[in-house]
């Protein structure tokens, strides 16, 4: 069965880089599919912040590609995501998933709350 | 990005049918077959109902079922249950131009 868990801080300073890892078990990562991030502030709707294929090839949402590195470490089967310059407006329950090439989401991680507070 | 539109909520009465819309353009839901939709219970993670419009996932009950007119994608709940009270959201790939998804912003469904 293929489990997604997410990991990092839970409270990031305005200005900073949130970091953020999703450890991947019971599938390799570098057998293929691709690996996303997508979040949900408290009360709203989803929003995809990118993804990256298992080869390295990596797509990011327009809205946020400027601030978004989304990075993969075959080794530990886990991926990785990184947002800069966070304000009060990327405080959200931030999930990692498994999807297809057609983008439909088949397996996702339990969902960590990341507030960006001082 | 693509904007895709659902109601805000629905409800229905336990055994009846509901619908759940999810409105794009031409351009969008029009165009491709890469819509699907996610169960959220409250305080949990969205789950896999229907992908590529009409398609259900092993597990998922026969009571949803999905499909597309024009611009708009549809999800339906024949005899519906509690348990079927949830958030549920529509999403879109889209590869026109960029690689790119897309959320509804999401149908609250009440079981009367």
């Known amino acids: 069965q293929v489990q997604l868990q997410e990991s990092g801080p839970g409270l990031v300073k305005p200005s900073e880089t949130l970091s953020l890892t999703c450890a991947v078990s019971?599938?390799?990562?570098?057998?293929?599919?691709?690996w996303g991030w997508i979040r949900q502030p408290p009360g709203k709707g989803l929003e995809w912040i990118g993804s990256?294929?298992?080869?390295?090839?990596?797509y990011y949402n327009p809205s946020l590609k400027s601030r978004v590195t989304i990075s993969v470490d075959t080794s530990k089967n886990q991926f990785s995501l990184r947002l800069s310059s966070v304000t009060a407006a990327d405080t959200a329950v931030y999930y990692c998933?498994?999807?297809?090439?057609?983008?439909?989401?088949?397996?996702w991680g339990q969902g960590t709350l990341v507030t960006v507070s001082s | 990005q693509s904007a895709l539109t659902q109601p805000p909520s629905v409800s229905g009465s336990p055994g009846q049918s509901v619908t759940i819309s999810c409105t794009g353009t031409?351009?969008?839901?029009?165009?491709?077959?890469?819509v699907s939709w996610y169960q959220q219970p409250p305080g949990t993670a969205p789950k896999l109902m229907i992908y590529?419009?009409?398609n259900r996932p092993s597990g998922v009950p026969d009571r949803f079922s999905g499909s597309k007119s024009g611009n708009t994608a549809s999800l339906t709940i024949s005899g519906l249950q509690a348990e079927d009270e949830a958030d549920y959201y529509c999403?879109?790939?889209?590869?026109?131009?960029?690689?790119?998804?897309?959320f509804g912003g999401g149908t609250k469904l009440t079981v009367l």
């Open positions: 998933a498994r999807h297809s090439a057609s983008c439909y989401f088949g397996y």
């Open positions: 990256i294929y298992h080869s390295g090839s990596t």
């Open positions: 019971g599938y390799s990562i570098s057998s293929g599919y691709y």
């Open positions: 999403s879109l790939y889209t590869s026109s131009s960029t690689f790119d998804v897309v």
């Open positions: 590529e419009v009409t």
């Open positions: 031409s351009s969008d839901v029009g165009s491709y077959n890469r």
